[in-house]
């Protein structure tokens, strides 16, 4: 690994600097997903050691990504110890799904008073591929990561990817619970067909019939995350 400096932002990072960085994302994000998709189940063991082989890294880009990682609350570090990947923890759910329905109803009010046609064309396009994709029943995590950049999207529209990464950052343990369920033809329609109100709302620049298709879109009931528990109860706190 090279120590000379590269010209970014003044040369203030040197290229080793830079090559960590660009690891510890990669590490991070695919730690990140594995976690998410359960192939990293809760109370699994993380080392440092055997990471560092895996991602064919030193150990500093891995040490990087667990402490995002814990940030977002989706590992536990004991120092000089060991990593535990987090337990799905029901009020962190509930706390995203607060935080979602505030800021994504404010995403669409102020895109329904303004949404370039690019914003729609490209919300149009996500809307055709999930309806291919529902009819598959081996494909619900493509599903699931299509409807994700659904909503990216409209926060990209509305200038705001900033804080769509906070949503990100704040809803491993509702995604977790969202990886738990099963295929269901008549749930994957009855998002689509949410994801449809949003954007005829947003064609209609009608920000009352936005902000209600957003909030019926987002609604869960109250005891949502009580058949999960019930069903897979060594996940959960």
Same mark, same amino acid.
């Given at each position: 690994?090279?120590?000379?400096?590269?010209?970014?932002?003044?040369?203030?990072?040197?290229?080793?600097?830079?090559?960590?960085?660009?690891?510890?994302?990669?590490?991070?994000?695919?730690?990140?997903?594995?976690?998410?998709?359960?192939?990293?189940?809760?109370?699994?063991?993380?080392?440092?050691?055997?990471?560092?082989?895996?991602?064919?890294?030193?150990?500093?880009?891995?040490?990087?990504?667990?402490?995002?990682?814990?940030?977002?609350?989706?590992?536990?570090?004991?120092?000089? /110890?060991?990593?535990?990947?987090?337990?799905?923890?029901?009020?962190? =759910?509930? $706390? &995203? +799904?607060?935080?979602?329905?505030? *800021?994504?109803?404010?995403?669409?009010?102020?895109?329904?008073?303004?949404?370039?046609?690019?914003?729609?064309?490209?919300?149009?396009?996500?809307?055709?591929?999930?309806?291919?994709?529902?009819?598959?029943?081996?494909?619900?995590?493509?599903?699931?990561?299509?409807?994700?950049?659904?909503?990216?999207?409209?926060?990209?529209?509305?200038?705001?990817?900033?804080?769509?990464?906070?949503?990100?950052?704040?809803?491993?343990?509702?995604?977790?619970?969202?990886?738990?369920?099963?295929?269901?033809? /008549?749930?994957?329609?009855?998002?689509?067909?949410?994801?449809?109100? =949003?954007? $005829? &709302? +947003?064609?209609?620049?009608?920000? *009352?019939?936005?902000?209600?298709?957003?909030?019926?879109?987002?609604?869960?009931?109250?005891?949502?995350?009580?058949?999960?528990?019930?069903?897979?109860?060594?996940?959960?706190?």
């Amino acid at each position: 690994m090279t120590t000379k400096s590269i010209a970014i932002s003044s040369n203030i990072f040197s290229s080793a600097a830079h090559e960590n960085w660009n690891a510890s994302t990669r590490v991070y994000n695919h730690l990140r997903q594995r976690i998410l998709s359960l192939d990293l189940p809760p109370g699994e063991s993380l080392l440092r050691s055997e990471l560092a082989k895996t991602y064919s890294v030193s150990v500093t880009p891995i040490r990087d990504a667990l402490k995002i990682l814990e940030q977002n609350g989706l590992v536990r570090v004991f120092p000089q /110890s060991r990593t535990l990947v987090t337990c799905i923890n029901e009020p962190l =759910i509930h $706390e &995203a +799904l607060f935080l979602r329905k505030a *800021l994504e109803t404010e995403v669409v009010k102020q895109l329904s008073r303004q949404c370039s046609e690019e914003t729609l064309d490209k919300l149009h396009e996500i809307i055709n591929v999930q309806k291919a994709v529902a009819q598959q029943s081996d494909q619900l995590r493509l599903f699931q990561e299509i409807d994700e950049q659904f909503h990216f999207v409209l926060f990209e529209g509305a200038g705001q990817s900033n804080l769509y990464e906070l949503i990100r950052s704040k809803s491993g343990h509702l995604d977790r619970v969202r990886r738990l369920q099963k295929h269901s033809t /008549s749930k994957l329609e009855q998002i689509i067909r949410g994801h449809v109100n =949003i954007v $005829e &709302a +947003l064609e209609a620049q009608d920000e *009352l019939a936005a902000i209600k298709a957003m909030r019926d879109h987002l609604r869960k009931p109250a005891d949502w995350v009580d058949e999960f528990r019930q069903k897979y109860g060594d996940f959960f706190d």
